[in-house]
Structures are given as structure tokens and as C-alpha cells.
């Protein structure tokens, strides 16, 4: 129960300064996602399930703050939790690079995961304009933001997960 409190506030506390701090270093609106970078070090860290779980609570906090269309931020942060945890058997958990690197490929699956709901729902709109517009500096702002969010959820999860 400890674990799990501790991992809401953490959720409370990322998206807090995402939406209090970062659109102050935002670049035409479009600054990082520190949960989707917090799913992926969670995922390595502590595995699929928890990874998974953890973007469902992530998602589920996204999706009720902003008022966007309800599930599609849970959907996306899970699939990329559970996946990135699935490749922790494969990689030593002392990496620091690997999550960093990750973060990458998770925000480009997130980004096309989104998108992809987008086209379901009927919208329209130029994919060269919103590749090079969004998804780039989106994609360098996590990038950026990936190591010191991947130090804090480790500390955490080495101070109260293991105890747990």
C-alpha cells in the first residue's frame, strides 16, 4: 500500500510541474510529457505489470485533467508501459542509457497510438506538417527530460520498492 501511495503522488507531482512549469519552456505550445518518460523508467525498473499499472494511473490522470478523449491516453501509456517492461528481463537495470534511448521510440509509439485514434474518429489533417511540427520537438523535449525523470523514479524505487 506504501509503494502504491508513494507512486500516486509521484504521478501527482510529474504532472503537476507538466502543466505548472513546462509550458514555460514550451516551443509553440509544445513542450515534454514527463508521465509518458516516468511510464518508460517505471517499466524498466520494476517490470510489465507494474509498468503497465503504472500507465494506467498516469493515463487516467491525463485524461481526466486535460478532457481530451477519455481512454486514449490510458490506452496508449499502458501499451507503452507493459511493452517497455517486457524487454527489462532482456537488459541489465543499471543502464541508464537504454530508458533514455527508450523514451524515443515511446513517444513515437504514443504519438502514432494517438493519432491512430485520431484517423478512427474521422479527423483529417497534413501528417508531413504534424510529424515535423509536433511529434520532433515533442520527441527532443522528453529526450531531454528522460535522464533526470529516470534518476528520481529510480531513487524512489530503490528507497520504497524494494521494502514492499
Known amino acids: 500500500m506504501k509503494k502504491f501511495s508513494v507512486q500516486a503522488l509521484y504521478v501527482i507531482v510529474l504532472y503537476v510541474i507538466q502543466s505548472s512549469l513546462l509550458p514555460l519552456l514550451a516551443w509553440h505550445e509544445i ?10 523508467s517505471v517499466s524498466f525498473l520494476q517490470g510489465s505489470r507494474s509498468g503497465a499499472m503504472f500507465g494506467f494511473c498516469a493515463g487516467l490522470l491525463q485524461d481526466l485533467a486535460t478532457g481530451t478523449f477519455f481512454g486514449v491516453d490510458i490506452f496508449s ?26 523514451v524515443i521510440a515511446a513517444s513515437v509509439a504514443n504519438y502514432f497510438i494517438i493519432l491512430l485514434f485520431m484517423i478512427l474518429l474521422g479527423y483529417r489533417f497534413d501528417w508531413m506538417e504534424q510529424i515535423s511540427g509536433l511529434l520532433l520537438p515533442m520527441t527532443v523535449f522528453n529526450s531531454v527530460f528522460a535522464l533526470p525523470v529516470h534518476l528520481w523514479t529510480r531513487k524512489l524505487s530503490e528507497r520504497f520498492g524494494a521494502k514492499n
Do not use: N, W
Open 77 to 102: 501509456k499502458m501499451v507503452i508501459g507493459y511493452g517497455c517492461g517486457a524487454f527489462t528481463r532482456h537488459f541489465f537495470k543499471e543502464q541508464y542509457l537504454l530508458p533514455v534511448f527508450s
Open 31 to 40: 513542450s515534454a510529457d514527463l508521465l509518458l518518460v516516468a511510464v518508460v
